[in-house]
């Protein structure tokens, strides 16, 4: 629920409550996060986001001590409520920003959970900060909280953007808040060798200019390459670096856990990788979802590859993930027709049924909002390619030959694997692989659904 300040004005809280205020907040997924999240830990909550004009930040905060039990504060509010709280934490007052309030006992105490969403990240990615050299692109809200992170962490960092004013007023900032900070600023086409951490706190990148890159090339001794943003999940700045094998994170994960240090901060919750792992893979759901209209103008995703590969187990978790309608082509077919794909084979051999694909393509290509697993054969004919592509995102499943023998290796349905199912298998294999990838938008590889799904995800 979205309310403005005049309903805020009205609103009766039915149950405990929490809120995201912001100016503008019409993009936020504070609300489906923090809902994800309380369901992880059995909390029955409420969270409403509300669009506080910064004139009225003040009585929005007076009404919030009265009606809830917590806020976020995302911009323009994250410097300006500190003066209305009681008090503030330590990162919060040397970086200037709050973006979590706890109202308890009669107080109002503010918090940053973003710097903690951000070590999180580099935490679960290995990364060894002390002593190491990290450069840190950028000199806004976010870029201070990742350089404030690195430096008390034990880095020397470097502040780099096309401003030098603005990358000294950081450093300087930074210096002032921890003496014993190794901090300076180098420009972006001069950055030293020794480096090992790139952080990308600018906007450079975000959707819709996906092109752009705040970096001409990486240092020469990066070793790990972080960017906050998250539309698109592979950024071109994280595209350069994956290109070199270098490991990469985008910020969709800094957010879950901003979010969850902030229910820890309210109510004590503790959360299991799981349940961040599930909610993550849904965020990440909804980015694609908004993507496939805004960015790729489709609306069904088609999932193509060899027999075996997993298509219809993961075409129906993206379904489920992304609240589509997911078909299975050689089941829809086989619906239509009344008989099995096996049958229709036997009876009228494989010319006869492969223009069956081709009319039920068609067909399908006509639907919009689903996850279509194709026949493994289904993308030979290039008809039928247009047409899916049509409506739809075509992703190539590259999934390993030893993962597609151990799948069919207990499968006696399939019309063209008979007697020596492994060689066939292989032959089969060699032939289609190609002309798999060349036909496909997007190629994907991995062995656990887990790993695909994330790998399909951020790909989109």
Not at 40 to 51: F, M
Not at 283 to 312: E, I, Q
Request: aromatic content about 8%.
């Amino acid at each position: 629920m979205a309310l403005t300040m005049q309903e805020f004005r009205e609103f009766v809280p039915k149950k405990t409550t929490f809120a995201l205020f912001g100016y503008p907040i019409g993009h936020s997924v504070s609300p489906e996060l923090h809902a994800m999240l309380f369901q992880a830990s059995g909390q029955d909550y409420d969270y409403i986001a509300i669009e506080v004009p910064p004139e009225d930040l003040p009585e929005a905060t007076r009404l919030a001590r009265e009606k809830l039990r917590g806020i976020n504060v995302t911009i323009p509010h994250k410097a300006a409520i500190i003066p209305l709280l009681d008090a503030v934490d330590t990162a919060a007052k040397d970086l200037g920003k709050v973006n979590t309030v706890d109202f308890r006992d009669g107080e109002a105490i503010g918090y940053n959970t973003d710097i903690l969403g951000f070590a999180a990240s580099l935490e679960r990615d290995g990364v060894t900060i002390p002593g190491a050299t990290a450069v840190v692109l950028g000199y806004g809200g976010v870029s201070s909280v990742m350089a404030y992170h690195l430096v008390n962490a034990g880095a020397r960092v470097i502040i780099s953007g096309r401003s030098a004013e603005k990358a000294i007023a950081l450093r300087d900032y930074l210096r002032a808040c921890l003496p014993d900070g190794m901090v300076s600023v180098y420009p972006p086409t001069q950055l030293p060798h020794a480096t090992s951490i790139v952080v990308n706190g600018t906007p450079v990148g975000m959707t819709p200019k996906e092109d752009a890159n705040p970096l001409s090339s990486l240092p020469h001794g990066t070793k790990y390459v972080f960017d906050a943003i998250y539309n698109p999940p592979t950024t071109a700045l994280l595209r350069m670096a994956e290109e070199k094998g270098i490991a990469t994170r985008d910020g969709l994960y800094m957010l879950v856990m901003q979010a969850a240090y902030a229910q820890t901060v309210w109510l004590g919750s503790q959360f299991d990788n799981s349940d961040l792992d599930l909610i993550l893979r849904r965020l990440y759901g909804d980015v694609v979802k908004k993507r496939m209209a805004s960015v790729y103008h489709k609306s069904n995703l088609v999932l193509c590859g060899f027999m075996g590969s997993g298509k219809t187990t993961i075409g129906r978790k993206i379904a489920r993930l992304l609240g589509l309608e997911f078909i299975d082509m050689d089941i829809y077919l086989e619906q239509q027709e009344g008989r099995k794909i096996s049958d229709i084979f036997a009876e009228d051999g494989e010319p006869y049924f492969r223009d069956l694909e081709t009319k039920y393509a068609r067909e399908l290509s006509e639907k919009n909002g689903c996850v279509i697993a194709t026949g493994g054969g289904c993308v030979l004919r290039p008809e039928n390619v247009e047409l899916l592509k049509k409506n739809g995102i075509l992703i190539h499943l590259d999934t390993p030959f030893f993962r597609i023998v151990q799948n069919l290796s207990r499968d006696t349905s399939r019309p063209l694997l008979q007697g020596d199912k492994e060689k066939q298998t292989r032959t089969l294999y060699g032939q289609r692989k190609k002309i798999y990838e060349d036909c496909a938008d997007v190629s994907v590889r991995g062995v656990r659904i887990s790993e695909i799904l994330m790998k399909l995800f951020r790909a989109l």
